[in-house]
């Protein structure tokens, strides 16, 4: 076969692994510089990190102690369907996506909405690191040290209007570096939704980084939902879009199969899926199935928002 030299080859042959690599490099540099730099006035760039680091304070208080993931895991297995529907592909496909320049708009019943950079909307929150276990509606589960802030800090920053029952968020559409987008396996972008006062409890969370990362793209970059109370799928990637509203959004998998994905999606041992128990899961890293918790085990904070529900009905 013919070898190449350097000077003769296009750059649109040059491998997906170094347009990853270098899409990585920038997207750490920019966004590491920016949170870095956040709240540290003064401080000259020359002296700020240049690793994918992020400087998050620990918070006990909302952390379990439980054995964690290895990072391995968590960053080669996901669900992330833009990037294809096998647990693989996102971690292999995601470096072509690019999450800088990113910008949020902030619509609906809210006074202060409009187009933000994500500079703009991170610039005044202070990240924490909050270990959390998050249960897949496939039965696995995993517990990930995450670092960023509480969505209520976000939501009262806002103030969305006495009209707002509801918060809708929505996921990047960009075919382009999205491949999974080109293939209609689900109704593109992915939609999802929380009630008011489950997307104001503390636990829920705007997350940017992991392990004391930035986010690798396969987890939701640069911005993404963890609600660890609820099934996987509540927890929604890349967001571009939060809108409030008076109506229940319909989020992407209810409109797939509503009889299979709810609209709480609560974590529930008693209530199956149509087509599997879920009573057990797998953690990921482990062989032996562990007991799957009501609420993922966050009944004692949560179970309160749901008191008087029939959570048969309303999984
Ligand atoms: N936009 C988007 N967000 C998504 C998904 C997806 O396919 N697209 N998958 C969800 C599912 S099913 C799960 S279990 C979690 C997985 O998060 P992780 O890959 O960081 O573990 O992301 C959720 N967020
Ligand atoms: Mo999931």
Redesign the pocket.
């Known amino acids: 076969m013919l070898i190449k030299k350097p000077s003769d080859i296009k750059p649109s042959e040059i491998t997906p692994q170094s347009v990853y690599q270098r899409r990585r490099e920038f997207m750490r540099t920019s966004l590491g510089l920016l949170l870095a730099g956040a709240g540290l006035p003064g401080l000259s760039a020359a002296t700020l990190p240049r690793s994918g680091k992020l400087d998050a304070v620990k918070n006990p208080s909302l952390s379990t102690d439980e054995t964690l993931t290895p990072w391995a895991n968590?960053t080669e297995y996901?669900?992330?369907?833009?990037f294809g529907s096998d647990k693989y592909s996102p971690a292999k496909l995601a470096g072509r996506l690019t999450t800088s320049p990113w910008r949020l708009s902030i619509e609906g019943e809210v006074a202060r909405s409009g187009s933000y950079t994500l500079e703009d909307i991170l610039r005044p929150h202070a990240l924490e690191e909050r270990i959390y276990r998050?249960r897949?509606?496939e039965r696995w589960s995993?517990v990930v040290p995450w670092v960023g802030f509480s969505l209520a800090e976000l939501i009262k920053r806002f103030e969305p209007t006495s009209r707002a029952k509801y918060v809708e968020f929505t996921?990047l559409y960009r075919p382009e570096e999205m491949p999974g987008q080109k293939r209609r396996v689900l109704d593109w972008p992915?939609v999802e939704g929380l009630r008011m006062d489950e997307a104001m409890h503390p636990l829920t969370m705007l997350a940017v980084g992991l392990y004391g990362e930035i986010l690798p793209n396969?987890?939701?970059a640069p911005i993404r939902l963890v609600v660890p109370w609820k099934y996987?799928?509540k927890?929604?990637?890349?967001i571009v879009k939060i809108r409030f509203t008076e109506q229940q959004p319909v989020s992407t998998w209810t409109r797939s199969a509503p009889s299979e994905y709810g609209f709480y999606s609560n974590v529930n041992p008693d209530v199956d899926h149509p087509r599997w128990s879920q009573k057990r899961e797998r953690r990921l890293g482990e062989f032996l199935k562990r007991k799957t918790e009501p609420f993922n085990g966050y009944a004692e904070q949560v179970a309160g928002l749901y008191r008087g529900m029939d959570l048969k009905k309303y999984y």
């Open positions: 968590a996901n669900n992330f369907y833009e998050l897949c509606v995993m996921t992915y396969q987890n939701g996987g799928f927890s929604i990637k890349s």
